[in-house]
């Protein structure tokens, strides 16, 4: 937690620190450069099990978005470790490599691979590292990424819609401004009728809505002129059943003088709940959960992905906590624990139905 990895050097220092951590452990990860701004970061891969059975891919990533200094000092609290990416992920992560380690000293009658990438939160022109790691052969029977979901099994994540939207007015002296159409109140007024849209309320088994962010917005020069452009980024993550091309067509037709450019696309992610694997891991996390832990949807994406393109199915399931991406972001310390034995009997159930067959 104390490696600040929002930076490119920072994160692979960190994916450096890991695999010092297995290699003291007799375990020797594959590593693979070329992710990053300049290809220089590094992604990393252990394999452990028996070769046979079905092949396993637990994931993690090693990055996260930006924080304030204090937040690299972990710090606990009635139960809870608080700090910037105990959640999202480094928890989670930390988790997972015990699991390896406890896989490798009991053995199990599967192929289980971790694999970390340095490049989650961040996009890079050039290939991620899941995407590299794909490339390679990295490839398996399911995936399951440690995202947070509070030991819910994500089955069905979001895709991501990001748009610069550009209003065009009139430039007028400040003084006057009802001579000049103001760019800004325009903005406004675009953004207002996006969330009117027929796509804003629609809503799919997991979830209710679409989620809709105004992410930013840049405007006007000099305080004594009526600003005549203004520009603004629409984060949308749209529904599995909802085409991006059609809310791009919606909110086109706004009436207003707008020039509309998609900056980037991703397609959502979907497994069924009948799933052998997902019902496998339902039934470790139920002995583990105080409720049901049903399929949910995820708000937010994943590079879960990049692997569903390669025909692998995944899903996103992780420790208890909340707060990420926030000033105030923690796990809850003993679901790290429980967290670690679920993935370790997930591998182990796998292994028995095997033998079974």
Same mark, same amino acid.
């Given at each position: /937690?104390? !490696? $600040? ?18 290699? #003291?452990?007799? &375990?020797?990860?594959?590593?693979? $450069? ?54 999202? /992920? $480094?928890?989670?992560? #930390?988790? /997972?490599? !015990? *699991? ?15 694999l970390v990438v340095p490049d ?14 794909i490339g390679n052969g990295h ?17 069905? *994540?979001?895709?991501?819609?990001? &748009? ?6 009139? @430039?007028? %002296? ?31 088994? &997991? ?24 520009? !603004?980024?629409?984060?949308? +993550? ?13 909110? +086109? ?18 497994? @069924?709940?009948?799933?052998? !694997? ?6 470790? *996390? *139920?002995? %583990? ?21 390669? =025909? ?12 990420? %991406? ?13 967290? +670690? ?8 159930? &796998? =292994?028995?139905?095997? $033998?079974? %067959?």
């Amino acid at each position: /937690m104390r !490696y $600040k990895s929002y930076t490119p050097g920072v994160s692979q220092s960190a994916m450096d620190f890991i695999s010092g951590w297995f290699e #003291a452990r007799n &375990l020797d990860p594959i590593q693979y $450069k070329g992710a990053g701004p300049h290809g220089e970061l590094t992604s990393l891969v252990v394999r452990v099990g028996s070769g046979g059975g079905p092949k396993i891919l637990l994931h993690g990533h090693v990055d996260v978005v930006p924080g304030d200094e204090w937040q690299f000092e972990p710090q606990e609290e009635d139960g809870e470790l608080y700090g910037r990416g105990v959640y999202d /992920m $480094k928890g989670a992560l #930390a988790a /997972m490599m !015990y *699991a390896i380690h406890d896989l490798n000293e009991v053995g199990c009658d599967c192929t289980v691979e971790l694999l970390v990438v340095p490049d989650e939160e961040h996009e890079y022109d050039g290939p991620t590292g899941a995407e590299i790691l794909i490339g390679n052969g990295h490839v398996g029977d399911f995936l399951i990424t440690g995202e947070p979901t509070d030991f819910h099994v994500g089955t069905q *994540a979001k895709g991501v819609l990001d &748009l610069r939207i550009t209003l065009l007015g009139k @430039s007028a %002296h400040g003084s006057r401004p009802w001579l000049g159409k103001n760019a800004v109140l325009l903005a406004y007024e675009h953004f207002r009728r996006v969330g009117e849209l027929p796509f804003a309320t629609e809503r799919s088994e &997991l979830f209710p809505y679409p989620s809709i962010n105004l992410a930013r917005i840049i405007g006007g020069d000099v305080i004594n002129r009526v600003p005549d452009r203004c520009t !603004y980024d629409l984060d949308i +993550r749209y529904l599995p059943n909802q085409d991006p091309r059609e809310i791009v067509r919606q909110i +086109r037709s706004i009436e207003l003088p707008a020039e509309v450019e998609v900056l980037f696309s991703r397609e959502p992610t979907y497994v @069924s709940r009948r799933n052998p !694997y997902v019902k496998a891991l339902r039934e470790v *996390a *139920a002995r %583990h959960f105080h409720g049901n832990p049903v399929g949910v949807g995820r708000h937010g994406a994943s590079d879960i992905v990049y692997f569903q393109r390669a =025909g692998v199915p995944g899903v996103e399931f992780g420790p208890i906590g909340g707060g990420h %991406h926030g000033p105030r972001e923690y796990v809850v310390t003993d679901s790290l624990e429980t967290y +670690r034995q679920m993935l370790v009997q997930f591998i182990q159930i &796998l =292994g028995s139905n095997g $033998k079974q %067959h």
